[in-house]
């Protein structure tokens, strides 16, 4: 069965600071994964995901997030944080044929000025 | 271009009254639909899949239930709220036989009183 796990609940970051959100991830096939973005009150947005072509994959606002098959991984980050970045962040998998996505606890950013 | 639409925005609902949210998705056929719920620190639970018109598939034993009556109509319900049953309820959907990324609603808080 698959799973996402979301290391760190909140994590906090001073503006211009580098952004690392740690997603590790449970697939018995090649998965895809994805990282979405949740500002209050409103849906999740799409920020990346990997579909097993480039391992470094770039996404909107300057993230981007690299996947590891030998460390089960797929960690979010961005070189400098900006104050529009303070959300809610969740990792995702879904496997090759399947249905279902199923999404991390979410890790929320801080960032202090 | 494909749009999806999620209401009521917000709903207050006394414990023991029923419950009917509603999901349209627009410019897309067949597509996968998803009922996720969101209780704070808890990230995304699935609760409710469903592959094509009358095909629902549960996650989750709970007090709610789900139907698909047109193509591209999502609803859920309940007979009987909770408490337990207040949180963030997301309406998303995925093409059909692709392993994309899921696409999500605006959302829908839910509190039972």
């Known amino acids: 069965a698959q799973s996402v796990t979301q290391l760190g609940s909140h994590v906090s970051v001073s503006e211009g600071a580098l952004v690392l959100l740690r997603c590790n991830y449970s697939?018995?096939?090649?998965?895809?994964l994805f990282w979405y973005v949740q500002y209050p009150n409103q849906g999740l947005q799409l920020l990346l995901k990997?579909?097993?072509?480039?391992?470094l994959v770039k996404g909107i606002n300057g993230f981007e997030a690299e996947f590891k098959k030998s460390e089960t991984s797929f960690h979010l980050t961005k070189p400098s944080a900006h104050m529009s970045d303070a959300a809610e962040y969740f990792c995702?998998?879904?496997?090759?044929?399947?249905?279902?996505?199923?999404f991390g606890a979410g890790t929320r950013l801080f960032v202090k000025a | 271009s494909q749009t999806i639409h999620q209401w009521p925005a917000t709903l207050v609902q006394p414990v023991g009254s029923p419950l009917s949210l509603e999901c349209t998705v627009e410019?897309?056929?067949?597509?996968?639909l998803y009922w996720y719920r969101q209780a704070a620190g808890r990230g995304l639970q699935l609760l409710f899949y469903?592959?094509?018109?009358?095909?629902i598939s549960s996650e989750v034993p709970q007090n709610l239930s789900a139907s698909r009556p047109q193509d591209r109509q999502f609803i859920l319900s309940s007979k009987k709220l909770l408490l337990s049953d207040s949180g963030f309820y997301l309406c998303?959907?995925?093409?059909?036989?692709?392993?994309?990324?899921?696409?999500f609603g605006q959302g829908t808080r839910l509190t039972v009183v």
């Open positions: 469903s592959v094509g018109i009358g095909q």
């Open positions: 995702a998998v879904s496997e090759t044929g399947g249905f279902k996505t199923i």
């Open positions: 990997y579909t097993s072509a480039a391992t």
């Open positions: 998303a959907w995925r093409e059909e036989d692709r392993d994309t990324e899921a696409f």
């Open positions: 697939s018995s096939v090649p998965p895809y």
């Open positions: 410019g897309t056929s067949n597509p996968n």
